[in-house]
């Protein structure tokens, strides 16, 4: 029983120290339905920012299956400043090697990849941004996506 009562201490101390994520300011994803990103479908990520002083880093997280048909997935990125300025980017995202291997790490068939977006971004004024995430692929549903996410980090300045 004692050992057992060590163990479960031990494994809580373990789970408590990797779920502190000092850098971490934000963190969201969006399931997709049915694991099939339709063109339609724009993922919407509202991020209530109040440091206007360090630099942050900006991630794309995508979370797709080995049923993905392609290995690149190109994405619209839409940023809106608290003031209503918009920022829109395309960017590709590598999910395979050119032998089909998949980048990112998991367990059995989902794989999770984190993308840089920004660096070393200063957020020039404290309020809501709002992010808009959409598939850019010619294929108009897009089967093997399970999650679209951001991620905003404290980065080095």
């Not at 809580?12 to 779920?19: A, C, D, E, N, Y």
Request: net charge neutral.
């Amino acid at each position: 029983m004692m050992k057992m009562l060590k163990f479960l201490c031990v494994l809580f101390l373990v789970v408590i120290v990797l779920s502190c994520d000092s850098k971490r300011v934000y963190e969201q994803y969006e399931s997709i339905p049915d694991f099939e990103w339709s063109q339609e479908n724009t993922l919407r990520f509202e991020v209530e920012i109040t440091d206007t002083i360090h630099a942050h880093n900006i991630f794309v997280n995508l979370r797709n299956s080995g049923d993905y048909a392609y290995s690149n997935l190109w994405v619209f990125v839409k940023s809106i400043s608290p003031d209503k300025e918009v920022e829109e980017k395309k960017v590709e995202i590598a999910l395979a090697d050119e032998t089909g291997a998949w980048y990112g790490s998991g367990f059995g068939d989902i794989f999770d990849l984190q993308v840089p977006f920004k660096k070393n971004v200063v957020f020039p004024k404290s309020g809501k941004y709002v992010f808009k995430i959409k598939q850019g692929m010619y294929d108009p549903k897009l089967k093997g996506i399970v999650n679209v996410g951001i991620r905003i980090e404290k980065g080095i300045r």
